[in-house]
């Protein structure tokens, strides 16, 4: 269920409707107008009519632009990020945002259902970060919305980076990391048949299989 919700949180990124409420501050509009653009480009990558291939760059691009992918990565790994040689953690980097962008691009399509994401207050969170609360809203009335919170933050005063998205009080980042440390604790610490195991899942996504 988590694993659904988070695809659909990013999912909705990109297909909601995004209502941003008037009366605020130049931070929280900065904050709110950042989810924004990042969902109004992804949503316009959907609707490109490019190849799989194509699509799959603008996906690398918008993610490599909103995500502080580098460290939502080093998270991830936990303690093995030291244990890895430096050759094996840049293969790690490249190989976790392809295995993002093969799995939320091999899957959009099959979740969304007409959900939209709704955009909050947003407020700070430390000296260069932001929180952006915002909610999934089903078409049917039945269905109950779902609260997602974007961790945002400005290293160097520079352009928002999301360093985490929290869905209904679970984070997505401490998700991944359990999986991969369970991962790797269960084949014994190997990072390089980790990273094995990581090229064998984005070769699967790529070709559908």
């Not at 950042?34 to 799959?56: E, G, I, M, P, Q």
């Not at 962008?101 to 939209?116: E, F, H, M």
């Not at 000296?127 to 078409?139: D, E, H, L, N, R």
């Not at 933050?153 to 209904?168: A, E």
């Amino acid at each position: 269920m988590v694993r659904r919700y988070v695809l659909v949180v990013l999912m909705c990124a990109a297909l909601g409707a995004l209502a941003v409420p008037a009366k605020a501050g130049p931070a929280e509009d900065s904050a709110r107008v950042f989810v924004k653009s990042l969902a109004d480009r992804a949503l316009s990558t959907l609707k490109s009519d490019v190849s799989k291939l194509d699509r799959d760059r603008q996906f690398h691009a918008i993610l490599a632009e909103g995500f502080d992918v580098p460290a939502i990565a080093r998270f991830s790994l936990g303690a093995y990020w030291e244990k890895a040689s430096e050759t094996d953690r840049q293969e790690y980097l490249r190989l976790f945002q392809d295995l993002i962008v093969q799995t939320y691009s091999a899957r959009l399509s099959s979740i969304y259902n007409g959900q939209k994401l709704d955009i909050g207050t947003a407020r700070p969170d430390g000296k260069i970060g932001m929180w952006v609360a915002t909610k999934i809203v089903s078409p049917n009335p039945a269905d109950e919305s779902v609260r997602i919170d974007w961790r945002l933050r400005q290293p160097g005063g520079d352009k928002h980076k999301v360093i985490d998205v929290v869905v209904n009080n679970i984070s997505m980042v401490v998700t991944q990391r359990d999986d991969f440390v369970a991962a790797l604790q269960g084949n014994g610490g190997d990072v390089r048949s980790f990273l094995g195991t990581l090229r064998d899942k984005i070769a699967k996504l790529q070709t559908g299989a």
